[in-house]
């Protein structure tokens, strides 16, 4: 089994801003992001695929050194990105994987960027993150029992937000 890179989520999340990627960021990280007791070791993103968009993305993978976990070369354009989705790749900054239409979404990056926030996570980034509740509606949607305990702390992060509203300053 290969050896898992170090995980450096501001390198991988830097360079998507330094091309001005347009992307929602999903799964694990994300769910840490808004509250989530997780561990992870790579960010899964939505990007919007458009050609001038997947264009920016493979200038920020170049950066990264970002190489599929297949071996095949990395090719984003509309039609190859959905057919191979989920893009998996490594980075020497660790796991990335690009899906471009999550399960549970009705379109991909148009769906999720209507509730998505800018959260700030330290050293000046602020990368869109998918909200609870579209959160819940994905990992819900895949159907995997080893997720029920996710999903349960997901329900009751949106009960907290909820219950906050106002305060919680969103």
Do not use: C
């Amino acid at each position: 089994m290969a050896e898992r890179p170090p995980f450096d989520p501001y390198a991988i999340l830097a360079a998507l801003e330094r091309r001005r990627v347009s992307y929602v960021v999903v799964g694990a990280f994300a769910r840490v992001v808004q509250g989530a007791e997780e561990i992870t070791h790579g960010i899964d993103l939505v990007p919007a695929i458009r050609t001038e968009n997947l264009g920016r993305l493979r200038l920020a993978l170049e950066d990264l050194e970002a190489s599929r976990v297949d071996g095949k070369p990395v090719v984003l354009d509309d039609a190859t990105i959905r057919d191979e989705s989920p893009l998996e790749l490594s980075s020497p900054a660790g796991e990335l994987k690009v899906v471009p239409e999550p399960a549970g979404t009705r379109g991909g990056y148009d769906d999720l960027r209507r509730a998505a926030t800018r959260e700030p996570i330290g050293k000046g980034l602020r990368p869109s993150v998918a909200s609870t509740a579209d959160l819940a509606r994905m990992l819900a949607a895949l159907g995997r029992e080893a997720d029920i305990p996710k999903l349960i702390a997901l329900r009751r992060l949106q009960g907290l937000e909820q219950d906050l509203g106002p305060e919680l300053g969103r």
